[in-house]
């Protein structure tokens, strides 16, 4: 038996890796430059006039994977930090069979659901809440081409949680946005080889002195076909 891709664009088991990635990619570039921000009361905490003399060329923020942190931004505020939530599998078709025909072989496709939550941090309870507010505009903003970018059937943003003082440090508040997405699988099965229509053992004796014993034994496999 031998497994084909249909799908170009299907996410696999690379999945949860890639959209991390093409999140933490595609806010890194909405936050670069000062001129894609939303927010003016953003784009001063973030930029200022003297930036380029002093040779900052891009908005100080730090965008990273939660659980893969920057050792030499750990600390560096404000942030976003990007963290997969629970993905789960939901079966469309009996045998996840797409079409008609055989229930083995053919064309398959399921569907997934999951989220992502981006932990936003600042010094300041405004600066905090203004942050959080610029990344769910750009996902209400962008999420329907986010989504044809990276063939996912939707992406939804669920809502922004409410500001909260984080306990491993006293002076940065979190607020948290997250969105929510589903994608279709799909990929085919085909034959390696035609199915076995029957097996038959095939039996030759020798006689030993009257006696008929079992000299060798082979297989008979009729093939449709």
Known sequence: MSITEVNPANLGFKGPLLLTGFFESALQQHFFTPDGIFDDALKAILWRPDNASQGITDTR???ATKLVPDANKSNFRPAVLIDRGEWKRERIAMHDREGTGDVTYGNKVDQWRGSHS???LAKTYASVEILAHEVATFF???????ANQICLH???LEGISA???LK????TYSVVVTVSYAFQNRWSLSELRPKIRH???LITVQDYEGRF???TTLLDLKYNG
């Open 61 to 63: 923020i730090n965008i």
């Open 118 to 120: 981006f932990t936003c």
């Open 140 to 146: 209400e903003v962008y999420g329907h081409l986010l």
């Open 154 to 156: 939707l992406l939804n």
């Open 163 to 165: 500001p909260t003082i």
């Open 168 to 171: 491993e440090d006293n002076e």
């Open 199 to 201: 097996i038959r053992p």
């Open 213 to 215: 014993e079992p000299k």
